[in-house]
């Protein structure tokens, strides 16, 4: 039991054990041990991933302990924050997803950084275009979300403000915002005074090994159907 304890005080701490830890993952791989890591995670709401030279620890999407809501989302803009501004922030971290990992080949990432500006370019494109399609009120009738609201946001911004670089509401602002969010779950670096970002190796196992794998489409759209009703 003791040896369960450890892993899993290293898991919740750090989000993941790696293979060069020797002791832990010789622990990690004792059936006793991982039957009890099993209850744990049924307890708890996550399940272990092992990919490459790492075991993560990744929440279910409706894990009251560990799961990031919309709401969570919401509260860590401002105290006041809207869900209008949650599902902006969103909207921003999949657009970044695809982004980087859009690619149709053996290897779907793309790209191994990108920059802010490109960032803003791409959400200019997919929100003019959602708007001028009507794309914004078919979203709202399958998911119950404004998107015509978020979109009319986005498109009201600034890009910058070099008079007052601290300003939340402008478009460079608010991704640098879902960037951090990610930075925060070791998911993504910023970079270059906050221009440029990169996807971190977890982030890269998990998008690639776990999530793009056909047998995670149910966990996905079960995130997606989390998001929406965390939102009532």
């Given at each position: 039991?003791?040896?369960?304890?450890?892993?899993?005080?290293?898991?919740?701490?750090?989000?993941?054990?790696?293979?060069?830890?020797?002791?832990?993952?010789?622990?990690?791989?004792?059936?006793?041990?991982?039957?009890?890591?099993?209850?744990?995670?049924?307890?708890?709401?996550?399940?272990?991933?092992?990919?490459?030279?790492?075991?993560?620890?990744?929440?279910?999407?409706?894990?009251?302990?560990?799961?990031?809501?919309?709401?969570?989302?919401?509260?860590?803009?401002?105290?006041?924050?809207?869900?209008i501004d949650a599902f902006l922030q969103c909207y921003i971290i999949?657009?970044?997803?695809?982004?980087?990992?859009?690619?149709?080949?053996?290897?779907?990432?793309?790209?191994?950084?990108?920059?802010?500006?490109?960032?803003?370019e791409m959400l200019d494109e997919r929100f003019g275009s959602a708007?001028?399609?009507?794309?914004?009120?078919?979203?709202?009738?399958?998911?119950?979300?404004?998107?015509?609201?978020?979109?009319?946001?986005?498109?009201?911004?600034?890009?910058?403000d070099p008079s007052n670089p601290h300003r939340r509401k402008t478009?460079?602002?608010?991704?640098?915002?879902?960037?951090?969010?990610?930075?925060?779950?070791?998911?993504?670096?910023?970079?270059?005074?906050?221009?440029?970002?990169?996807?971190?190796?977890?982030?890269?196992?998990?998008?690639?090994?776990?999530?793009?794998?056909?047998?995670?489409?149910?966990?996905?759209?079960?995130?997606?159907?989390?998001?929406?009703?965390?939102?009532?």
């Open positions: 039991m003791r040896e369960t304890a450890k892993i899993l005080c290293r898991l919740l701490a750090d989000g993941e054990i790696s293979t060069s830890d020797t002791e832990l993952i010789t622990d990690y791989r004792k059936p006793e041990v991982r039957e009890d890591l099993d209850i744990w995670g049924d307890e708890m709401g996550f399940k272990l991933v092992e990919m490459r030279s790492k075991v993560y620890l990744v929440p279910h999407a409706d894990s009251d302990l560990l799961a990031l809501t919309i709401r969570d989302i919401r509260e860590r803009e401002s105290s006041s924050g809207r869900m999949m657009t970044m997803l695809w982004m980087f990992y859009g690619g149709k080949n053996n290897n779907p990432k793309r790209v191994v950084f990108l920059q802010v500006k490109d960032i803003v708007i001028a399609s009507q794309t914004a009120s078919v979203l709202e009738t399958d998911f119950e979300i404004n998107f015509q609201q978020i979109a009319e946001q986005w498109c009201a911004m600034q890009v910058d478009k460079k602002a608010v991704i640098l915002s879902a960037c951090r969010l990610l930075e925060s779950q070791k998911l993504m670096i910023v970079l270059d005074e906050g221009r440029e970002v990169r996807p971190t190796e977890r982030l890269d196992d998990l998008v690639i090994g776990y999530y793009l794998d056909i047998r995670r489409i149910e966990d996905i759209h079960e995130l997606f159907d989390m998001a929406t009703a965390n939102s009532q």
